[in-house]
């Protein structure tokens, strides 16, 4: 495994990648868990190279978000790359992607102001913009993301189809713990009684996910929602069955599929979940 620490370490160990073979891409944020080695191993089943890249991205959290103290244990992140076998890291620093003077971004559109567009303004802008630069850097013919990012893995499909770009996007399952959260680096935030009560949200969408319909499945999981909230530490955000394309809520006689997303801050951790549910 080659570790590419800047843009300039990477353009050397990537000459002759270029076009053959197309390389894997998997674009991660760092402090790798089982969610991550998940998509790293679809990555390595269907690519000669696979490439991963670990880098928190600044311009995807907010002021007042958790930039600073996102974790970073890059040792240990490099060790799993090589359990996975991965061909190339790429963990550049903020200032080989960001110029100082940078003017230019992309724009996630209405489908990046809904949901965690709207809790988050400028996010889905900010996700699009470190992919497409991620995608022109390392030129992937594949790219790898999470169900768990469901609105981030829709507008990443959206932008390859606005923007023409030629690369195949593979969205990878939920990778959950025993209890049903699924796993996030955020988990770590969380202190044994906060983690009880984050278990709240896949047990919402389990419980959607029995009900043969759109009302009945928003009832089921604003049951446990509801029970949730009376602890102060739990603070829904949104809970709602939204359309895969649009994200926006869909009717009560929907039949198709629909996803149930779900967020909430449990203590200071923002958490987001989903499930993927079909009607009629
Ligand atoms: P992050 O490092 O949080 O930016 O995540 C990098 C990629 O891993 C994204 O495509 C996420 O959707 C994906 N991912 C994160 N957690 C999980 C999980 N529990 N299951 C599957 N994929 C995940």
């Known amino acids: 495994m080659k570790v590419a620490g ?13 076009i053959n073979p197309p390389a894997a891409l998997v674009p ?18 269907r690519a000669e190279l696979v ?6 991205n600044p311009l995807q959290f907010g002021a007042g978000e958790d930039f600073a103290r996102y974790p970073r244990p890059l040792a240990d992140d490099l ?5 996975e076998g991965v061909d190339i890291v790429f963990a550049p620093p903020v200032s080989d992607l960001y110029a100082a003077d940078r003017q230019v971004t992309v724009s996630a559109g209405a489908l990046g102001r809904v949901l965690e ?12 913009t470190v992919v497409l630069k991620l995608f022109h850097i390392v030129n992937p013919g594949l790219a790898v993301f999470g169900q768990k990012d469901a609105q981030q893995l829709a507008c990443v499909q959206r932008m390859v189809t606005d923007l023409n770009l030629d690369v195949e996007v593979l969205g990878a399952p939920i990778v959950r713990d025993e209890d049903g959260l699924a796993l996030s680096s955020r988990n770590s935030y969380l202190s044994p009684t906060e983690r009880l009560l984050a278990r709240n949200l896949s047990a919402a969408l389990e419980k959607a996910g029995t009900q043969p319909s759109v009302p009945s499945a928003r009832a089921a999981a604003y049951e446990v929602l509801d029970r949730a909230t009376d602890d102060p530490a739990f603070a829904l955000d949104y809970a709602t069955l939204v359309d895969p394309a649009t994200f926006r809520e869909v009717a009560d006689d929907h039949t198709g599929t629909a996803i ?12 987001i979940d989903n499930t993927t549910l079909t009607f009629g």
Do not use: N
């Open 260 to 271: 149930f997303v779900v967020a909430a801050r449990i203590g200071q951790t923002r958490l």
């Open 28 to 45: 991660t944020m760092g402090a790798l868990h089982e969610g991550h080695r998940s998509l790293i191993s679809l990555a390595r089943a």
């Open 6 to 18: 800047s843009l300039a370490e990477y353009a050397a160990l990537a000459t002759g990648h270029r």
């Open 51 to 56: 490439v991963v890249s670990i880098f928190v």
């Open 79 to 83: 060790a799993v790359c090589a359990a």
């Open 117 to 128: 567009g709207a809790a988050r303004p400028g996010h889905f802008d900010g996700v699009l």
